[in-house]
């Protein structure tokens, strides 16, 4: 089992959909997570940590802990052309100077 | 884009040639790693340099080795290349090394190994 687990998509929505993108992960003994996005042909950037507890917000993208599922989503609103993109969760390696990375997905927003 | 380069930007190669990719920055941040990207798999770390001539294996280090002789560069060979090394190849940096901390990768490096 990986330890951090997302759909490869493509998922497909319409220009102004709200998006929700998931991640699983096996290990709960970690306090935060990140989102990196990732443009095609581009190395990745990071797009917001979130926290084990509680939702984070900016501007149009939310991220969400569920502890006890274990999972984590992040949404975004009024999705635009240019969110599409690969977006990858990451959370601590135990070493706690890695990172352990979930495979990404592929999010296509179409005009 | 944080200052962060990458050469070359493409190569293509044959089996058992060796081959060096070099990771360029100008942020100079202690903390620096490869890592290799496939479909499926994510990114997974090759290795990472903790400060000059400190180096650490990540968890696909077989095949790879990694020199830092400067704060700004770090250079990865593949000591004999083999087809299962073709993949997209990413350098990354940060201040502190924390798993906390974010990471700025640089623009990648496409490798295919015929």
């Known amino acids: 089992q990986k330890e951090v687990e997302q759909d490869p998509g493509p998922l497909s929505v319409p220009e102004g959909a709200i998006v929700s993108l998931n991640c699983t992960y096996s290990?709960?003994?970690?306090?935060?997570f990140m989102w990196y996005r990732q443009y095609s042909r581009k190395g990745p950037e990071l797009l917001m940590y979130?926290?084990s507890s509680g939702n984070k917000e900016d501007g149009r993208f939310t991220a969400q802990v569920d502890k006890s599922s274990k999972y984590i989503s992040l949404f975004i609103r009024d999705s635009q052309p240019s969110d599409s993109a690969t977006y990858l969760c990451a959370r601590p390696h135990r070493s706690n100077y890695q990172l352990i990375w979930g495979a990404g997905t592929k999010l296509i927003i179409k005009p | 884009d944080a200052g962060i380069t990458q050469s070359p930007r493409h190569k293509v190669t044959e089996t058992g040639t060796p081959v060096t990719l070099r990771c360029h920055q100008t942020?100079?941040?202690?903390?620096m790693y490869w890592y290799r990207q496939d479909p499926g798999h994510g990114l997974r770390l090759i290795h990472y340099s903790y400060g000059v001539k400190d180096t650490d294996k990540g968890e696909v280090s077989d095949g790879y080795s990694v020199s830092r002789s400067k704060t700004e560069d770090f250079l990865l060979t593949l000591e004999s290349a083999t087809s299962s090394q073709t993949s997209v190849y990413f350098c990354?940096?940060?201040?502190?090394?924390?798993?906390?901390?974010?990471?700025?990768f640089g623009p990648g490096t496409r490798l295919t190994v015929l």
């Open positions: 942020e100079n941040h202690r903390y």
């Open positions: 979130t926290y």
């Open positions: 290990n709960s003994a970690f306090q935060y």
């Open positions: 990354a940096i940060s201040l502190s090394g924390t798993s906390a901390d974010t990471q700025y």
